[in-house]
């Protein structure tokens, strides 16, 4: 009671809720871990995530996905808990899920560690947004060969996050447009040819 909410996603069978004072609560099918509090408990009622509270850690974003969560926090870390299968919430572990959340290292292109501003759960995949603009995709997204030819995102992304090469949300480009050839036409007196 007498908590004000700020933000909420829903994810596949849970939710999280952020307060005005960084705080994270869920509720819902604790199933893969999702709900952050320790265990697999299913949870009628939003409850605050005590990893945050007892680490002084305060969270300005948050995503829900299928059975997954992640969070970034004022200093721009991202937490992630859930399911871990195919690397999809970006923690290299052996584990086929984490209940409390974990920190998530990501690096820039040059190797050093960079800060989150925003952070995406999907199915099968998560996104990071870094705060240089870069992209990072965690987790693996079933394309046409063609489209992920050179890219290298599907195998490297399992382990930890991948910067999505050529994608800065700060710095876009105009999209290519389709050249359009116009015909002259060559008046002749009342006859026009090309």
Same mark, same amino acid.
């Given at each position: ?127 990071? !947004?870094? *705060? ?7 987790? /693996?997204?079933?394309?046409? $060969? =063609?489209? +992920? ?12 996050? !991948?910067? *999505? ?7 876009? /480009?105009?999209?290519?447009? $389709? =050249?359009? +050839? ?13």
């Amino acid at each position: 009671q007498g908590v004000k909410i700020v933000g909420a996603s829903a994810g596949h069978r849970h939710s999280v809720f952020l307060d005005a004072f960084g705080g994270v609560y869920t509720c819902g099918d604790g199933s893969g871990g999702a709900l952050g509090h320790g265990n697999l408990d299913k949870q009628d009622v939003p409850v605050k995530v005590m990893y945050f509270v007892e680490n002084n850690i305060h969270i300005m974003q948050i995503s829900a996905g299928v059975d997954i969560s992640m969070a970034v926090s004022t200093t721009g870390e991202v937490y992630a808990w859930g399911n871990t299968k195919n690397g999809v919430i970006g923690l290299n572990t052996d584990k086929t899920f984490v209940s409390i959340p974990h920190k998530v290292t990501v690096t820039s292109s040059c190797g050093s560690e960079i800060k989150a501003v925003d952070v995406e759960c999907g199915y099968v995949h998560s996104v990071i !947004v870094a *705060v240089d603009g870069s992209l990072h995709m965690c987790g /693996v997204v079933d394309t046409d $060969e =063609e489209d +992920t030819a050179g890219q290298g995102l599907s195998d490297e992304s399992k382990i930890r996050p !991948v910067q *999505v090469p050529d994608f800065n949300i700060w710095h876009r /480009v105009p999209e290519p447009r $389709e =050249e359009k +050839t116009t015909v002259k036409w060559k008046k002749y007196g009342k006859y026009e040819l090309k």
